[in-house]
């Protein structure tokens, strides 16, 4: 994890142009392991309300956001 506590720090830098680069790249991380994490539950057979109790959103949001990428498990739409 030393690239995700690397741009933490930077982040949190008295640089703004450095901070600002490093929160850019930190969203992009945490979509990419969203998306990682959103596939594995739909592989392993959960709802979408399941997702999006853990994730803490609505079904209708992290659907409208993972719907068109992630293969529903058989049987469901």
Do not use: F
């Amino acid at each position: 994890m030393t690239e995700a506590n690397d741009l933490a720090t930077a982040a949190a830098g008295a640089d703004p142009r450095v901070g600002l680069r490093a929160a850019v790249a930190l969203r992009r991380l945490a979509d990419a392991l969203e998306a990682l994490q959103v596939d594995n539950a739909r592989r392993q057979g959960w709802s979408w309300q399941e997702i999006a109790d853990a994730l803490d959103v609505s079904r209708q949001a992290v659907h409208k956001k993972h719907a068109g990428r992630a293969p529903a498990p058989k049987g469901e739409d």
